[in-house]
């Protein structure tokens, strides 16, 4: 399950980037992106992410635990399930990153004209 949210965000982050590629080159065919979509985009990432680093460290935990017996078939089965999952964790968070800095709006440059207010 986390390895499909992970394909979700990612591919939400992949689309919305090439959209706005699309704009700053100025391509006559390109679609805007809706701020009201990017911003709901940034919060599912943020959830998805908060939940992943919940999920993989009581998954990790559980690994941990399970390591000390390995030579049990069901307990090796269960701690490289623990395992797989804190790498779906791992790429939910990355992903989610991914997603969040795709969607960051530009710095202003009212800093860099160099302009000076006399107070």
């Known amino acids: 399950m986390l390895a499909l949210i992970a394909v979700v965000l990612l591919s939400t982050a992949l689309s919305i980037r090439s959209r706005l590629k699309a704009q700053r080159e100025r391509r006559p065919e390109a679609k805007g992106v809706d701020p009201l979509m990017a911003a709901r985009a940034v919060v599912f990432g943020q959830a998805s992410a908060l939940v992943a680093a919940l999920v993989s460290g009581m998954y990790g935990g559980t690994g941990v635990f399970l390591l000390e017996s390995l030579d049990i078939p069901a307990r090796r089965d269960q701690a490289i399930y623990a395992g797989f999952s804190v790498l779906a964790g791992v790429g939910v968070i990355?992903?989610?990153?991914?997603?969040?800095r795709v969607c960051k709006l530009p710095e202003d440059d009212d800093r860099n004209t160099g302009a000076t207010s006399t107070a």
């Open 94 to 100: 990355a992903a989610a990153i991914f997603l969040e």
